[in-house]
């Protein structure tokens, strides 16, 4: 089996620091072995539809969630949820929008194109690693997804 079959999260976030917060936080509740990051919507759409660097990998193997920010350098997060909820290969790949944008139009088009949950990273250091300890319990632990 390929590396990246059994990613069950993908982390879509081009802010370094964030990505170190988010996994420090996944780390301390043990849920980031299997995680794979990416830093751009592009890298993200090759790694869904297993193009370019990742055309080996299984496109029927979904992460269990999808932390996907909106604001990515080469195609925007709201392009790549389109993209996902578009296609009949992954529309069922839950997607939560990770980001600091409280736009209500974000929050609204996110929604309209199928995020599953919209959550706005909070600045404080303890919030955010409480938030995202507590996203990845859920997701990966209580959520049951269809086969």
Known sequence: ???????EILLVEDNP???ELTLRA?????LANRIQVVEDGAEALDFLFAKGAYAQRDVEALPK???LDLKLPKVSGLEVLRAIKSDERTKLAPVVV???S???RD????????????????VDFDNFVKSISELGLYWLLLNQPPR
Do not use: C, F, W
Request: negative net charge; hydrophobic residues 35%; charged residues 25%.
């Open 1 to 7: 089996m390929e590396q990246y079959d059994a990613v």
């Open 17 to 19: 620091n964030d990505v």
């Open 26 to 30: 996944l780390r301390e509740n043990k």
């Open 65 to 67: 969630v999808v932390l």
């Open 98 to 100: 990770l980001t600091s």
């Open 102 to 104: 409280q736009e209500e």
């Open 107 to 122: 929050i609204v088009e996110s929604y309209h194109l199928g995020a599953n949950s919209y959550i706005t990273k909070p």
